[in-house]
């Protein structure tokens, strides 16, 4: 069956670097995505990855996949309090845009 | 460009009762699709539709449904509401389907439902 699991807490402090994980059960997924809720809204889209690609880039952000293994990661490089909020790893796959969602890593990111 | 709207933002019901939330689609967009996000069980994915036309189901109970106008604004109706249908509905649309590029999901702010 469709998994995906993420670890629940992260604290860090202002200007760390913060790695969120998550790992999933389904190889055949096609996309996997990276979004943000902070409290009272919706989900933003972060940033997403294929499947057939090792790791990407964005600003402060790189994601890594390494899909032997089904692991994926965020990085936030240079954490501010902003970043502070719920992280939501998702994947999906060919055949619809149905998201299969973690449970979520609350980050709290400490001046 | 307006985002995804959803309407009401929150609302309280009895048990029982029946609900019906609406989501208008970021303009363009064709692909509507509806999650519930409750704290016990994170985010579960509800339906999805395209051009008026359910392509998926996720596994809920047929007390929800919902469908697609012509215009691509959906709506979700939950019959004989029950305590433990109190939720956050959000609603995320995108171009089309898929999973990846030109199909990324993007997500209104929700709908709290809280049925007493």
């Known amino acids: 069956g469709e998994d995906v699991e993420q670890s629940l807490f992260l604290s860090v402090r202002e200007g760390d670097s913060s790695v969120i994980n998550c790992t999933y059960t389904d190889s055949s997924s096609t996309y996997l995505y990276w979004y943000k809720q902070e409290p009272g809204a919706g989900l933003q889209l972060l940033t997403y990855?294929?499947?057939?690609?090792d790791m990407k880039q964005d600003q402060r952000l790189t994601v890594l996949l390494n899909k032997k293994d089904k692991h994926l990661s965020l990085r936030i490089a240079d954490t501010q309090t902003g970043d502070s909020a719920i992280y939501f790893c998702?994947?999906?796959?060919?055949?619809?845009?149905?998201?299969?969602f973690g449970k979520g890593t609350t980050l709290s990111v400490s001046s | 460009k307006a985002g995804v709207t959803q309407t009401p933002r929150y609302l309280i019901k009895t048990r029982g009762q029946q609900v019906t939330l609406s989501c208008s689609p970021i303009s363009g967009h064709r692909s509507v699709s509806w999650y519930q996000q409750t704290p016990g069980q994170g985010l579960q994915f509800l339906f999805e539709y395209f051009s008026e036309t359910q392509r998926n189901k996720g596994n809920f109970p047929g007390r929800f449904s919902g469908r697609q106008f012509s215009n691509s604004r959906s709506e979700m109706n939950v019959s004989t509401l029950e305590l433990g249908d109190s939720a956050l509905y959000l609603c995320?649309?995108?171009?089309?389907?898929?999973?990846?590029?030109?199909?990324?999901?993007?997500f209104g702010q929700g709908t709290r439902l809280t049925v007493v």
């Open positions: 990855i294929f499947s057939n690609m």
């Open positions: 998702a994947e999906t796959h060919q055949a619809g845009t149905a998201l299969i």
């Open positions: 995320a649309s995108s171009l089309g389907v898929g999973g990846g590029p030109n199909t990324e999901a993007f």
